[in-house]
């Protein structure tokens, strides 16, 4: 059973939902005071931010000082394909907004001539600015969403619906391409048989953002995300259609087919042997013409039944006996580095004081990745480790930890007393 999170606030301790916990926050929001989450002894800086209600939140870049069982907590970002985007493609800002900069365009121009400069020495050299590819965004909405995580509590609690709504409501702080990145995110809603007719029209006129194109932009462009339901060829090219939108036939051109199925061949092979997975599509999409809707770019991310992303059967199998086991874990991804082998596979966060890694090793796995989980396990002798194809050894034991820490001398505006937590 899981605890609430505990806040001191100047002075007084809180816990999560209490009824005066809302006029607290009031008093110190845009004020200098900061509440303080108790899931360490010194107490993490969060933030207060006005919705509906007044909600504490983190601030960048301290999601790893919090404890591993804390709500709060999250990985610092070297120990996933994040690091290498943040500051870079990836802006964080002290309110809820954020900035991502992308590999792919989101219009399409006729092509122009490149204006060469006069001979001689140059005065500058400006350096090119990193760009997130399809993959990595995905990446990004999934870690912002919590969606990469699991608490036993969640059991039962995801559907499409859920990681439709949370996925949407992200992407609706995010800035691209001097947008905001819902304006161009295009996903069908869960089916509805008595709203499918006002279900289909809706996205009917989502898609007319591709039929307006401004000054010399040839076609603008959406992202299509949903479930991977089928892909079947036709005279011209092959029809890929998504789950909670059958109705759209997106066109890829054979060529590009067999780039798709060479490229995520793994993924189609093990949704293919196990269909309780979910093949997540992220699509470049672009309308050439009325009624047609065209693949521009591609990328398809495999997840377990809980939407929770993996690579292989082997990463299906661990998750699934995490979630047997009723543990509390985080799944790093691997945005777009090369080396993700040095990431964990999985970081229980019910095994102590700090997280604990889970690796897996075989032999079948790509030799650059391979070469990377090799080294870093080099370097951390006594890693736990599934070496396949041997049985997978024993989880690290949960250590029971109870409740949240107290100020010394700290006032209880609380009325009810803390919880205990059994690592759930």
């Known amino acids: 059973m899981s605890f609430k999170q505990r806040f001191s606030i100047r002075g007084a301790e809180y816990e999560e939902g209490a009824p005066s916990l809302q006029a607290a926050l009031a008093a110190i929001?845009?004020?200098?005071?900061?509440?303080?989450?108790?899931?360490?002894?010194?107490?993490?800086?969060?933030?207060?931010?006005?919705?509906?209600?007044?909600?504490?939140?983190?601030?960048?870049?301290?999601?790893s000082l919090h404890h591993p069982s804390c709500v709060a907590y999250e990985m610092d970002a070297t120990e996933s394909g994040r690091g290498g985007l943040i500051g870079k493609a990836i802006t964080e800002h002290a309110s809820s907004e954020w900035e991502i900069r992308t590999k792919f365009a989101l219009t399409r121009t006729p092509g122009r001539a490149i204006q060469r400069g006069a001979a001689g020495t140059p005065t500058e050299v400006a350096a090119r600015p990193k760009g997130a590819s399809m993959l990595a965004l995905l990446h990004e909405l999934w870690e912002r969403t919590g969606f990469n995580k699991w608490y036993p509590a969640m059991e039962g609690k995801r559907s499409w619906g859920t990681v439709r709504w949370h996925l949407l409501q992200e992407a609706a702080k995010a800035r691209t391409k001097n947008q905001l990145l819902s304006e161009v995110v295009l996903s069908g809603e869960p089916f509805d048989k008595e709203k499918a007719a006002e279900q289909e029209a809706a996205r009917k006129k989502a898609m007319t953002v591709m039929s307006s194109p401004k000054g010399d932009v040839q076609n603008r462009?959406?992202?299509?995300?949903?479930?991977?339901?089928?892909?079947?060829?036709?005279?011209?090219?092959?029809?890929?259609?998504?789950?909670?939108?059958?109705?759209?036939?997106?066109?890829?051109?054979?060529?590009?087919?067999?780039?798709?199925?060479?490229?995520?061949?793994?993924?189609?092979?093990?949704h293919e042997a196990d269909p309780s997975t979910r093949l997540i599509v992220a699509a470049l999409v672009y309308s050439p013409t009325d009624q047609v809707v065209c693949v521009g770019e591609i990328t398809m991310m495999l997840t377990t039944q809980h939407w929770i992303p993996i690579e292989d059967a082997n990463d299906n199998e661990l998750i699934r006996r995490l979630v047997e086991a009723k543990r509390r874990f985080i799944r790093p991804l691997r945005f777009d580095s090369k080396h993700w082998g040095a990431f964990a596979n999985a970081k229980l966060l019910d095994a102590g004081d700090a997280p604990v890694s889970l690796h897996i090793m075989s032999e079948r796995l790509d030799p650059v990745v391979k070469a990377a989980k090799e080294e870093v396990l080099a370097g951390q002798p006594g890693t736990w480790v599934w070496t396949v194809p041997d049985p997978m050894p024993a989880l690290p034991e949960v250590v029971v930890r109870r409740g949240y820490t107290r100020s010394p001398g700290a006032k209880d505006a609380t009325p009810s007393a803390m919880t205990s937590s059994a690592g759930a």
């Open 221 to 270: 462009m959406m992202i299509a995300l949903g479930e991977f339901k089928s892909a079947e060829p036709s005279t011209l090219a092959w029809r890929l259609r998504l789950k909670h939108m059958p109705e759209i036939a997106f066109l890829l051109e054979p060529d590009t087919w067999k780039r798709v199925r060479r490229t995520y061949e793994r993924q189609l092979q093990v």
């Open 29 to 63: 929001h845009n004020t200098n005071d900061r509440p303080l989450c108790l899931c360490i002894s010194q107490g993490v800086e969060m933030y207060v931010a006005k919705y509906a209600d007044y909600v504490i939140k983190r601030l960048p870049d301290t999601g």
